[in-house]
């Protein structure tokens, strides 16, 4: 199954895995996966989110033990217990958050955990020699090892990150979505020093979303499914649409309201070319009285700028926001919830910005509504408890006592007090970022079935899902976004879980 | 101090005996009262035959003076709340003082208030606006009002004396009760119906949880900020305008000795440094610690030297109990 | 941004010393102002003096520097160097051995005291501002217990000779013909606070900020995450840094104590070293958000803060108005580092 490296024709694979499998509680991230990979090869693993491929890759790097199964390393059995045994046997990873240090300069950073000394103290000229060594060695000689790392561009940064890496003299690199933070110019540089380091015989492991950036870069493929090793095949093996396939092919497991005709509703909110710095981009969007219009795309693309932008957290916004027709300022959350706009957020992620997890679930509750509860200066308490045993019920939130701190619940009863919290505001425009993420089969089923029935009381929401099946099963219109874009428009039958995919990945541009 | 019993590791504890983790630091200082009390009262049995302590004409007494702390530790815990401090209370007290004595006449005591009102809100603009830590602006702002009252004063103790209304309040007495005290009770019970009550309460300890999450549920958090920090500002002038009233004048450095205490009073009853937790018992319960902590130390003619250790090794004990513990749970 | 790349190694070093250069152009432009200005003109009598002046604050400000780095702040530096002063007025007598004993001995408890601050906030787990104020108290009372009222007996040949200029040193003690020597002649002038300040930097400062314990410190005050994620030792670099602090801060008290042959437990002596230090560490570069910055910055930015007054007592300001400048200094040296957040377009990074 795996593809043969240019070079070496009858070499041995480098990295065997062999049966592996790993479950987090009752979820299954990897099932009985057999991978290999081999010296001097770039190997691209693909696959939506939660088809395992992270995992795979912490099996590797030794951040997870696996539950079953093994893994031989040239040849000799490996176990790593942690991070460092890796990074001894020579896998090194490089993930999607970066562990430079900002206001170190680029020598310190790629000397950080063992610099040249003389007499116990470091060494600067040495470290300098040996950053420059090794960002000669990637082709990236223009970058001064004295520059701090904060002021070099990101895709510079993850050249650091790379020489930082080899510094360490690896056997195999693996890349974690290292290229989604990069503009196409700056991946290319990266692809380049990708290929030279296959070249000089390393094995190179890489995550990417982008199909067009993996076509142009990897030896062999590997697509995953729901933990599950799908196929491997040399570059050129598959067709897009092929590939496309592989990554979907399974069954709608959840199962959506019924939508209601399409009807040309009045217009909500309206969003007339907005843009803010250089992450959104000329940004049309119209939601209807009872639309439920979702968000799609890659993660990053802009749709959690564009959420919070809509809900006043982004200062310096260009275009224009309507409501009811009506030109509106958007200046912070607390102008966007007032009269007149009526706006909730569901954010990204309730533990850091939905929730003050010490505090009772009845603070949580009630803490976007309190000024309806109030009479003057304070707040009535039976009113209060009166809300709160309504917002429990209506969500059917399954708690011991409102009193109980809200950190106690399940994270899918967290998310329902996340979003009772908003609905006791009575909002018009709904917000939601990814709100089922991480969240148990039963309550999404409940969250759709809400979503739905508060359209057809008449609120417009804006969903941004992660999962397609969501877009597809819940959605009336899907926006997919593209670098700061909405590129493409799906409505009716339209929404495919092919159309979404091909204007994610924004195959259409990458065919020009 | 084998007071401290409670681990606050409530999980695995059968259900009789578990306390709430925010009651916890309230039990524990009200039992080191006790022992404050106890130890105090077994001195002065022993060296003077009687037990001065108990008597309530005494603690009365001891409330009265404590009662300027109490003020000033009600506005500290507001800001504490939200996860912030303010240091410049010290010559916020004094500048009211000042400022309330050198006005005279009827308009006193707005003067002291508005004196403290407006450092605080400036404060709260330079923490809320500016975004600079807490500790530094408000270290910045007492300097500032330092300089402004050495600057007013010469540098001498001002000669106008505090107004007979002043006066009245810091030491007359009702029943025989001093009225001070029922300054302290009014602003109690103002600041338990602020905590638990009203809407501003209930954001102050939100954003003193997640400063995001709060922001992002639409409360005013830069708002919110501003108050409280205007609030803790007037309860410095009140206390500043008290303390002159209580000692006739005002002079310099009469604040110094009331920052220190009011944090540690907050502190050790059970509001966290960090913010977002606390309940507004443990603060009065810190004060009254601290208040007679006070008079067993000067009972004992203990000197100021031992005073300031006693009060540092207080505060980090204190901490090491309730700090570790809440780090554990989270 | 692009630009960058093609900048040379010097321009890169001078961006990043930025802070520091501004620091001591802004010096020399007071101090050379300061002197053109000076009734009696430049003399090495007003250099020994202004030096005196200087290096007390100038080591507490690299006191603050160390914990600053970390991205935490240390309240107790004044304190930790008022204890080490009222310590040497007691040890600071008798035989030269004894006197050698308790210079060490003052030393040691610096150190000592920031040691406690570190491991309260490493093991105690408790901020290291709140912990520090705290501390703090623990040591002025300690001061107090060792100097009710101010006094104390330092030898009078130490402190002379400390306080003055090398030919002094010579003549007190006697070596290189009594400071006649003609070998001796070209470095008889330089003042001995001036000598001493140079040799802390270049001998204590600089290895520290050299060794892998220095830059991790930097390390976690940039972004202790990623320290971490790149398998630095954080708690001993964390303890380490208050220990550097405390022996700082005891050398500032220790110096003190030879400049005024006493010892004294001045509490808002202390509070004012501790805020002075802290306006020195901001005016000398310094990041209070941790990271950016070193001690020599420091240096200089006491040098700054004391040329100031300098300048009041030439032009015979109101010495009361001394307090409400150092504070409107801190204050406006706060408030410029704090104009980032006009930049901040996204309003949840204000929150991190």
């Known amino acids: 199954m795996t593809g043969t490296p240019p070079s070496e024709q009858a070499a041995p694979p480098h990295v065997v895995l062999t049966g592996v499998s790993k479950h987090y509680g009752g979820v299954t991230a990897l099932d009985n996966v057999d991978f290999s990979c081999d010296l001097g090869s770039i190997h691209a693993v693909l696959g939506e989110n939660g088809a395992g491929k992270s995992t795979l890759i912490k099996i590797m790097a030794g951040v997870v033990q696996p539950d079953e199964g093994s893994m031989t390393l ?71 090892p004295l520059t701090r790392v904060r002021d070099l561009a990101l895709s510079r940064r993850q050249m650091v990150e790379i020489a930082k890496a080899i510094s360490k003299d690896p056997t195999v690199l693996i890349l974690d979505e290292a290229t989604s933070a990069l503009t196409a110019a700056d991946v290319d540089r990266v692809f380049e020093i990708l290929r030279r380091l296959r070249d000089s015989g390393i094995s190179i492991l890489t995550i990417s979303h982008r199909m067009h950036e993996i076509d142009a870069v990897a030896d062999t493929c ?287 541009e990458a065919a020009q | 101090m084998d007071t401290i019993a409670p681990k606050p590791d409530t999980a695995t504890r059968p259900p009789l005996l578990r306390i709430s983790q925010e009651n916890q630091p309230i039990l524990v200082a009200a039992g080191f009262i006790l022992v404050i009390l106890a130890v105090g009262t077994a001195y002065t049995l022993s060296t003077q035959g009687s037990a001065t302590l108990l008597s309530p004409t005494y603690l009365l007494q001891q409330l009265q003076v404590g009662s300027f702390l109490g003020i000033v530790a009600a506005g500290m815990m507001l800001v504490i709340l939200l996860g912030h401090i303010d240091l410049s209370v010290p010559w916020t007290i004094a500048a009211a003082a000042m400022m309330a004595t050198a006005v005279g006449g009827p308009a006193a005591i707005p003067v002291g208030l508005a004196v403290g009102l407006t450092v605080g809100l400036v404060n709260g603009m330079g923490v809320a606006y500016l975004r600079i830590p807490s500790m530094i602006f408000t270290l910045g702002v007492n300097a500032v009002m330092r300089g402004l009252m050495v600057a007013h004063t010469g540098g001498f103790a001002p000669q106008t004396a505090a107004t007979d209304l002043m006066q009245w309040l810091a030491v007359a007495k009702i029943f025989g009760i001093p009225v001070a005290l029922l300054v302290w009770a009014t ?25 995001a999450a709060a922001y992002l549920a639409g409360v005013p958090t830069r708002g919110i900020i501003v108050l409280a920090f205007g609030l803790c500002g007037m309860a410095a002038g009140l206390a500043g305008t008290l303390l002159a009233g209580y000692s006739t004048k005002a002079y310099q450095g009469m604040g110094d000795a009331y920052l ?71 | 941004m692009k630009g960058r790349g093609t900048m040379g190694d010097l321009g890169i070093r001078l961006t990043h010393n930025a802070g520091l250069l501004t620091a001591i152009s802004v010096f020399i432009v007071f101090y050379v102002f300061y002197n053109m200005n000076h009734p009696r003109g430049f003399s090495t009598a007003v250099l020994i003096q202004n030096s005196n002046e200087v290096y007390t604050l100038a080591m507490v400000a690299m006191a603050q520097t160390v914990p600053v780095l970390l991205g935490g702040l240390d309240l107790s530096v004044g304190a930790i160097m008022t204890l080490v002063n009222c310590l040497a007025s007691h040890l600071l007598n008798g035989s030269p051995l004894q006197m050698f004993f308790g210079i060490v001995v003052c030393m040691a408890a610096g150190a000592a005291c920031g040691f406690l601050n570190g491991c309260v906030v490493v093991f105690g787990r408790i901020q290291p501002i709140i912990a520090t104020l705290a501390t703090g108290a623990i040591f002025v009372g300690l001061a107090l217990f060792l100097r009710p009222t101010p006094g104390g007996n330092v030898d009078g040949d130490l402190s002379w000779a400390a306080t003055n200029d090398l030919f002094e040193i010579a003549a007190t003690y006697g070596f290189a013909d009594d400071g006649e020597a003609a070998w001796f002649k070209p470095i008889a002038w330089i003042p001995v606070p001036l000598l001493l300040l140079v040799f802390v930097a270049l001998f204590v400062w600089i290895p520290f900020a050299r060794s892998v314990t220095g830059r991790t410190v930097y390390a976690i005050g940039s972004g202790e995450g990623a320290a971490y994620m790149s398998g630095l030792n954080i708690e001993r670099a964390k ?15 220790l110096y003190l104590a030879l400049q005024t042959s006493s010892g004294n437990a001045d509490i808002p002596q202390a509070g004012a070293y501790t805020l002075n230090s802290i306006a020195a ?72």
């Open chain 1, 74 to 144: 040239a040849g000799k059995p490996q176990a790593f217990r942690h991070p460092a045994a890796a990074n001894a046997a020579g896998i090194v990873c490089i993930f999607q958050e970066l562990s430079l240090v900002p206001d170190l300069s680029v020598a310190d950073n790629i000397c950080i955990a063992d610099p040249p000394r003389r007499f116990g103290l470091i060494d600067s000229r040495a470290q300098r020699r040996h950053a420059e060594e090794m960002l000669a060695r990637i082709g990236c000689e223009d970058v001064n």
């Open chain 1, 222 to 508: 590997s697509v995953f499914r729901n933990g599950r090793h799908i196929e491997t095949f040399k570059q050129g093996g598959r067709s897009e649409k092929e590939i496309v396939q592989m990554m979907i092919g399974r069954e709608i497991s959840a199962h959506f309201p019924p939508k209601p005709p399409p009807k040309v509703g009045e217009p909500l909110l309206e969003v007339r070319s907005l843009g803010w710095e250089n992450r959104l981009k000329e940004i049309d969007l119209l939601i209807g009285r009872g639309e439920i219009v979702g968000l799609g795309g890659l993660d990053g693309q802009g749709q959690k700028e564009l959420l919070i932008g809509l809900f006043g957290v982004l200062k310096g916004m260009r275009g224009e926001v309507r409501v009811d027709g009506k030109s509106v300022s958007l200046t912070s959350p607390n102008a966007a919830k007032k009269a007149g706009i009526d706006m909730a957020l569901i954010p990204e992620d309730r533990k850091t910005e939905g929730l003050m997890l010490p505090m009772s679930i009845a603070d949580n509750l009630t803490i976007a509504s309190l000024e309806q509860f109030s009479r003057g200066p304070l707040v009535d308490p039976a009113a209060l408890d009166k809300a709160v045993e309504d917002g429990i019920d209506r969500m059917q939130i399954k708690i011991g006592s409102s009193g109980d701190a809200v950190s106690t619940l399940s994270g899918g009863n967290q998310q329902k007090v996340v979003i009772a919290k908003w609905l006791m505001t009575e909002p018009r425009i709904i917000l939601l970022n990814d709100p089922t993420r991480g969240i148990d089969v039963g309550t999404k089923q409940e969250i759709y079935l809400l979503l739905r029935a508060l359209a057809e009381e008449g609120a417009g929401i804006l969903f941004y899902s992660t999962d397609y099946e969501e877009l597809i099963g819940c959605c009336d219109r899907v926006a997919v976004m593209y670098d700061g874009r909405v590129v493409s428009e799906l409505e009716g039958e339209a929404i495919t879980e092919e159309n979404i995919i091909s204007s994610a990945l924004n195959l259409a």
């Open chain 2, 187 to 211: 602003v109690s019970i103002g600041m338990v119906v602020l905590l638990n009550r009203t809407s501003v309460g209930k954001y102050i300890y939100a954003i003193g949880n997640k400063e």
């Open chain 2, 260 to 330: 220190l205490p009011a944090i540690a009073a907050v502190v050790i009853g059970g509001t966290h440094i960090l913010g977002g937790r606390g309940r507004y018992l443990g603060t009065l319960i810190g004060v009254i610690l601290i208040v007679l902590l006070n008079s067993v130390l000067s009972i004992m003619q203990m000197p100021e030297a031992g005073r300031q250790v006693i009060y540092g090794s207080v505060i980090i004990l204190m901490l090491l109990v309730y700090g570790r513990g809440t780090k554990i749970t989270q």
């Open chain 3, 239 to 253: 303890i380490a840094a208050f220990t550097l602090g405390g022996f700082f801060a005891g050398l500032g008290g």
């Open chain 3, 281 to 352: 560490v901001v005016i000398g570069g310094t990041s209070l958000l941790g990271g950016v910055g070193s001690a020599i910055g420091s240096i200089f930015g006491a040098l700054v803060l004391r040329t100031i007054s300098f300048n009041f007592r030439i032009f015979e300001i109101d010495p009361l108005m001394q307090p409400l400048f150092e504070g409107v200094v801190l204050l406006v040296a706060v408030s410029l580092g704090a104009l980032r957040v006009l930049r901040v377009k996204n309003t949840l990074e204000l929150f991190r």
